[in-house]
């Protein structure tokens, strides 16, 4: 079976985007075509990208929406993300907030039938339907410990998170790409693991090492058209 050599970087961007008012002055017909329209823009650029939509509006007052997008090809990645202001609804967003990290991959070789889009690993990202999201800095004192140091704190961190089996935790990496250096994606199928996993997380000794980790984004995944018409 033919295998392919994974890719060392894989680029995330999330987007949130809040809806203008002048979009839901429109009359039916006109929001019906923007929507539509604005979906298969969407839709088309999915085949050689990873794609989840999230709603955030009613949580957050800044947010309606976060698209979550990853590729392997940086460029590619940039000209679909400015694509999202386009055509149809997509006219009426205004971002809010961006942010851009990179998840290293491990340097060997898997099966094309393991990967989507030819670079993602299966089951890794975009699983559950809750998410909380928020970018980390850290204190300059944790650079200041040895490696084996920070090795252990990030060990007993570790071990909260996989005491729930159904949370899946991802870094990506914003160093040199945004002015973060972290950005953390928690997934989870219960949002009760997910307000326990949290609360935990808060009071292990790791958390000394935090300079930033605000704003923080609790979305929640729904397909675009039902966001669409939720919030319009």
Same mark, same amino acid.
Request: net charge neutral; charged share 30%.
């Given at each position: 079976?033919? !295998? ?20 839901? =002055? ?8 923007? !929507? ?7 839709? $088309?650029?999915?085949? !050689?990208?990873?794609?989840?939509? %999230? ?7 800044? $947010? ?27 006219? %009426?967003?205004?971002?809010? /907030?961006?942010?851009?990290?990179? /998840? ?22 975009? =699983? ?76 292990? =000794? ?27």
């Amino acid at each position: 079976m033919e !295998k392919t050599k994974k890719s060392a970087s894989i680029y995330s961007s999330f987007m949130f985007v809040k809806l203008q008012p002048e979009f839901r =002055r429109l009359i039916s017909n006109e929001k019906l075509a923007a !929507k539509q329209e604005f979906e298969n823009m969407v839709g $088309s650029c999915q085949e !050689k990208l990873f794609l989840r939509t %999230y709603m955030v509006s009613g949580l957050r007052a800044d $947010s309606d929406i976060l698209f979550w997008r990853m590729s392997d090809d940086l460029a590619y990645l940039q000209d679909t993300c400015s694509r999202t202001f386009s055509s149809g609804a997509g006219r %009426y967003l205004t971002p809010v /907030h961006s942010f851009l990290g990179v /998840h290293h991959g491990p340097e060997s070789t898997a099966l094309k039938k393991d990967l989507d889009f030819g670079f993602l690993p299966k089951d890794t990202f975009g =699983r559950h339907r809750y998410m909380l999201l928020h970018p980390v800095v850290k204190a300059h004192t944790w650079y200041e410990l040895s490696e084996v140091e920070r090795e252990n704190l990030m060990a007993e961190r570790a071990i909260v998170v996989n005491r729930f089996r159904e949370i899946q935790e991802n870094f990506f990496l914003s160093f040199g790409l945004d002015e973060q250096e972290i950005i953390v994606a928690r997934e989870a199928k219960s949002l009760e693991d997910l307000i326990s996993a949290t609360q935990e997380l808060r009071q292990q =000794r790791i958390k000394n090492y935090t300079a930033v980790d605000k704003p923080v984004f609790l979305c929640l995944g729904r397909d675009l058209r039902e966001i669409l018409d939720a919030i319009c």
